[in-house]
């Protein structure tokens, strides 16, 4: 696999209005906040706001040139017609004029990627990843996989991969497929390693490229100082982990840092992770989050003092 990824990725799930409404102008605003930065990755799905973030991102991205970023969308999800459209069920901010329905056939893949290339209005995306096929394995597994493997042999897609919240399912498929990366989000963060356990390892010795996303916890480690109403896992943070972040923060402040860095690029420093994909709020977000990864590291000290509180594993990689 040849794809760059850069040390920092755009997560567009909220191009789909994820929690929040917003307009068009301030979805173009965020991908060209991205690209000023030096962001030349974007991953977005059709899951993202029943279509609207494909349809926003390749808005943004019509008139740059092609061969200059990377791209991947996701399959697994088919979006039907609603009749009968109300809100969306799900935590996008937008009407329920399609349905989502799983779908991890050889057909369905085919479909979702034709349907994405025609809401992106481009002509290609450069990565295809599995969408959270933890409840439909046997499926992704046997279907969805050979399907993406053959559309990366005939040239239609760069690399495939596969993207799960839960470590075990993009074990397996490391372990059993010939994939090219495995996008894990939310398990290899300041707040929580679990994929440090055996994806990692497993991805070094064979050569897979981590996509490490969602490393704020959903928002939970995204503000300099924590508190209650921060979602994690897409719902309000629990009083426990709240309580956990707040005290990462303080040791952060005592060393001259904040959160947000420390997150930033303690989620980068495993030797498997391809890159850092992280969404943001609007093209304020964007920009801190670029001069934070661009920027100086945290203190060297940070690392061993969080690991002395216990807010650390000892055995994590940290940043040089």
């Given amino acids: 696999m040849t794809l760059s990824f850069g040390p ?6 909220q191009l789909g209005n994820l929690y929040r409404a917003l307009d ?3 979805a173009a605003a965020t991908v060209d906040a991205a690209w000023d930065a030096g962001i030349r990755y974007f991953d977005t799905a059709p899951h993202y706001g029943l279509g609207l973030s494909e349809r926003r991102l390749g808005a943004a991205l019509r008139g740059r040139p092609r061969d200059e970023y990377v791209l991947s969308t996701k399959v697994g999800r088919l979006l039907v017609p609603n009749s009968a459209p109300g809100p969306d069920p799900d935590i996008f901010v937008v009407p329920a004029t399609h349905t989502r329905v799983w779908d991890f ?24 990843l599995i969408h959270d096929p933890e409840e439909h394995a046997a499926e ?21 991969g596969v993207g799960s919240m839960r470590t075990e399912i993009l074990t397996r498929f490391a372990a059993e497929t010939d994939i090219d ?20 390892p497993l991805c070094s010795r064979r050569g897979i490229g981590v996509l490490n996303a969602a490393v704020f916890n959903s ?25 956990r972040a707040s005290a990462m923060a303080e040791v952060c ?21 391809r890159t850092v994909v992280a969404g943001a709020q609007g093209p304020d977000q964007v920009k801190r989050n670029a ?27 940290v940043p040089a």
Wanted: aromatic fraction near 4%; charge should be negative; include cysteine.
């Fill in 253 to 273: 402040e005592r060393h001259g840092t904040t959160l947000p860095a420390a997150a930033l690029h303690f989620a980068g420093a495993h030797p498997a992770i």
């Fill in 291 to 317: 001069g934070l990864v661009f920027g100086p590291p945290p203190p060297a000290a940070l690392w061993p003092d969080l690991v002395a509180h216990g807010l650390l594993r000892a055995d994590a990689p």
């Fill in 140 to 160: 992704a597994l046997d279907q969805a996989y050979p399907a993406l493997a053959a559309l990366r042999a005939e040239g239609v897609v760069r690399a495939i």
């Fill in 24 to 26: 068009d102008d301030e």
């Fill in 181 to 200: 990366v495995v996008m894990v989000a939310a398990r290899y963060t300041l707040l929580e390693q679990p994929a440090l356990d055996a994806l990692l």
């Fill in 219 to 243: 928002g939970l480690l995204a503000e300099d100082r924590p508190h209650g109403g921060l979602p994690y896992e897409y719902q309000d943070a629990p009083a426990g982990l709240v309580k």
């Fill in 8 to 13: 920092l990725g755009l997560g567009c799930a």
């Fill in 105 to 128: 056939s050889a057909g369905g893949v085919r479909r979702s990627l034709a349907d994405s290339l025609e809401r992106l209005g481009l002509d290609r995306v450069d990565l295809a």
